[in-house]
């Protein structure tokens, strides 16, 4: 069956490291997507990638950043972990634009 | 104003009853809209689908929209224990982004 693998599952990094979350889908879709689940927030918006060597930002994109070399993987690093990007991390995936997206498990980060 | 509102609740239902979640968007061109369930610690799955105006069922649940007012809801007929959960409302919108709203929490007592 076709999947999305989200590693790690969970991670606890330092204030100021790098740290990169991977997303890796079977589905062979275009569209991918990040974002970070916060109490009271929902889930908002990190990056988006239409394609290969497509990305593009969404609504909380300060601090992030993506790459899509392949149609499999959008792996998110976090140039220089801060303790207000501690939250639960979703990758979502779908065919086109207008049908629905599957979520892989999350990742939850914790910056200390 | 937030692209997706929803009401945060929790919206409490006894057993049996019908629940009813709902959503406005501001995207006036928005095409395609979601519900999903999450349940604590889990990623969302999806319930419904819908892209016309008006009803679409399957089994218990029923997604109604309405483009003119900017409103997508969902019913839960015969509300189980089961279905205590959070609902997403995810919306498609003129730029392609797939946006949720912050979720209704459900709880549905015995």
């Known amino acids: 069956d076709a999947e999305i693998t989200q590693s790690p599952r969970h991670k606890i990094t330092e204030t100021g490291r790098q740290v990169t979350l991977a997303c890796h889908q079977t589905w062979n879709h275009n569209n991918m997507f990040w974002y970070r689940q916060d109490l009271g927030h929902g889930l908002r918006l990190i990056h988006y990638s239409y394609g290969v060597h497509d990305t593009n930002k969404g609504e909380v994109s300060d601090g992030y950043s993506v790459s899509r070399s392949n149609t499999e993987d959008l792996p998110l690093t976090l140039e220089s972990a801060a303790s207000s990007q501690t939250s639960v991390y979703f990758c979502?995936?779908?065919?086109?634009?207008?049908?629905?997206?599957?979520f892989g498990q999350g990742t939850r980060l914790t910056v200390v | 104003q937030k692209e997706v509102e929803q009401n945060s609740g929790p919206l409490s239902v006894p057993e049996g009853a019908i629940a009813s979640l709902n959503c406005t968007y501001s995207d006036r061109v928005s095409q395609s809209f979601f519900w999903y369930r999450q349940y604590s610690g889990k990623s969302p799955e999806l319930i419904m689908s819908i892209y016309s105006n008006g009803d679409k069922e399957d089994g218990r649940f029923t997604a109604q929209l309405n483009k003119a007012s900017q409103y997508v809801s969902l019913l839960i007929r015969d509300s189980q224990p089961s279905d205590s959960a959070t609902y997403l409302c995810a919306v498609n919108t003129g730029f392609q982004k797939l946006v949720f709203g912050t979720g209704t929490r459900l709880l549905v007592s015995p």
């Open positions: 979502a995936t779908r065919d086109s634009p207008n049908t629905e997206a599957f």
